[in-house]
Nanobody, 118 residues
Framework: QVQLVESGGGLVQPGGSLRLSCAAS????????MGWYRQAPGKQRELVAT???????NYADSVKGRFTISRDNAKNTVYLQMDSLKPEDTAVYYC????????????WGQGTQVTVSS
């Protein structure tokens, strides 16, 4: 069982930055592909970025060049550095641990609100 707790959301002006963190419980964090997803009001949840156990990364086109995903296996934590934020980045951001590749379940965090507004 893995529990995920996101933090770091809040209100920021357009052009500003935020850093989200997702702390995971358990001793198998390093084997999971970790991801950040977001869901805006009235829209489906969408992929923002993923990072594999080998630290390969993947980004949605809408955030490439602005967001950076990273992980610290020693701290069981994955981060999402968000720069040059836009109003359209406003959403609830969710952390996901995906263990399907290694025969483990997937887990979701409870989400953290990010609001980009002047």
């Amino acid at each position: 069982q893995v529990q995920l707790v996101e933090s770091g959301g809040g209100l920021v002006q357009p052009g500003g930055s935020l850093r989200l963190s997702c702390a995971a419980s358990g001793s198998t964090f390093s084997v999971y592909t970790m991801g950040w997803y977001r869901q805006a009001p009235g829209k489906q949840r969408e992929l923002v970025a993923t990072i594999t156990s080998g630290s390969s990364t993947n980004y949605a086109d809408s955030v490439k060049g602005r967001f950076t995903i990273s992980r610290d296996n020693a701290k069981n934590t994955v981060y999402l550095q968000m720069d040059s934020l836009k109003p359209e980045d406003t959403a609830v951001y969710y952390c996901k641990a995906d263990g399907v590749v290694v025969g483990l379940p997937e887990y979701w965090g409870q989400g953290t609100q990010v609001t980009v507004s002047s």
